[in-house]
């Protein structure tokens, strides 16, 4: 494996230079500077630890999804400011900036799309987006795109990678986890399949509503995922927090998931789990 | 907290004044300078509580001697028998609840419940529920269900626990299952926010038919102080937070996420448990009188609809 870089005797680490030229990125868990060339071929997971970096809603699409065959839905959906929300910047303000760094108008991006050749409704969050934070546009395209997978009689594929319920919504932004919820009632009366993919991360509403509610639920490896954050945990409980606790391994050891599944392994995963659904029922549902 | 609140003390000690001229020259002796603090007791009370700011109402809303769901089980229900336990795990003693008569009716009822005092509130986790907590509602309200009977919920809690066993465990697993399940159990659903309604916590047994809200009692998406650490790194910005999230009941109405403001007596809950319970039951007997008619398909439809609609967004042609 001599292709990512190695600290050996006499050879020069990446100067800042190189590193804002974005030949080398810095792995935000190992924290080793990594040649972003082999990042990038390994589907933006670190050669060195193997951490998959966190990745744009398009990206995650492309990485997903057959070619070609993404069609977004509700693209215009964008927020207001119904409780006219100041701190120390205006609300409207920060969603302006939000657009204007992801090239996305909310947090989420959803569609139809094909993966393996079958069809479904997808949703996928972007992280970049205050947070990949929960309000009223993001509850209502989720459920849309639930009640979309309804009428299709198609199943529902939702990627989560958010810090939970947007604070500058405030009432409303935690409705949407009862909405979505609800919505997904109705998708479970229907005897429609749902799998819920945990990314790095998947805190407070969002876990605490659709995001824990799959048929199936997969993660990411070394993902956060959990209802409190671990910085208030840690004050709450006052001693530091054991080794790798609300980590995707840690949910699975504890039977909060189904699989965790290394990102190149994610689209034939998907493939067989909604093969599976697709399959012809063995006997009718009562 | 201290039981006498920084904004009521010019109240509380006018109060004071007049017990003690009562006291200490009779009825009949001081009728005179009586009436006329009285008068100003009245004009003060009409300002202080008139326009109360949304961090006062939290106070009000957490205030130690408020009655919480054990007291207003007692004095709103009748043959009460409290159920215990997840049948999984443990029983959460931060969530109560079990069988019980309103006006004659069976009903199922659950609340948070906390303490009064220290030794209490350590056994109550400060209503603060673990997933038992969430489980143990759960399997009362599927046991309303299995049996046609109404579900009343009372809401008071600063939150879901932050702690290590509640995430070992599966807390958001819990909250997000209550949520679907609730949206769709066939028989009716009340929700009462009685004090705090916090975040996923509260909401877990909150999806409901109808949601309402005693006057000062205040219900969010992060608590006060959990907003203010995250915006300005300082928890002690928490009223101005409290402002900015629009946290009180008249506030909710105004964004259309509750059916109903139940009055409370001059002062808060806590000044008169009885008048409160009256004002309650008054709201819970309309309420159950107008869903009691529903078949379970439309009570089902109709706190579908209710949530469906919730969200204020732009939607350009
Ligand atoms: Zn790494």
Redesign the pocket.
Known sequence: MAWFWKKKEGEERPTKVQIAEGLWVK?D??K?I?YRAEVDRAGRV?P??R?PFRISARERIASLVDEGSFEERDARLTARDPLEFKDTKKYTDRVKAAKKATGLEEAVLSGTARIGGHPLVLAAFEFGFMGGSMASVVGEKLTRAIELAIQKRIPLVIVSASGGARMQEGILSLMQMAKTAAALHRLAEERLPYISLLTDPTTGGVTASFAMLGDVIMAEPRALIGFAGPRVIAETIRQPLPEGFQRSEFLLQHGQLDLVVERRELRETLRRVLAFFAGPPSQPAP | MPDELEFEKPILELENRIAEIRAAEGEAASRDAIGKLEERLRRLQQKVYGSLTAWQRAQLARHPKRPHALDLFRLLLTDFVELHGDRVFGDDMAIVGGLAGFEGEPVVVVGHQKGRDTRENIARNFGMPHPEGYRKALRLMQLAEKFGKPVITFIDTPGAYPGLGAEERGQAEAIARNLREMAGLRTPIISVVTGEGGSGGALAIGVANRVLMLEHAIYSVISPEGCAAILWGDASKAPEAARLMRTTAPDLQRLGIIDGVVPEPVGGAHRNWEEAAGNLRTALREHLRQLRPRSPGELVQDRYEKFRRIGVFDEPA
């Open positions: 792995c868990s190992c080793e990594v670190c060195r630890c951490y």
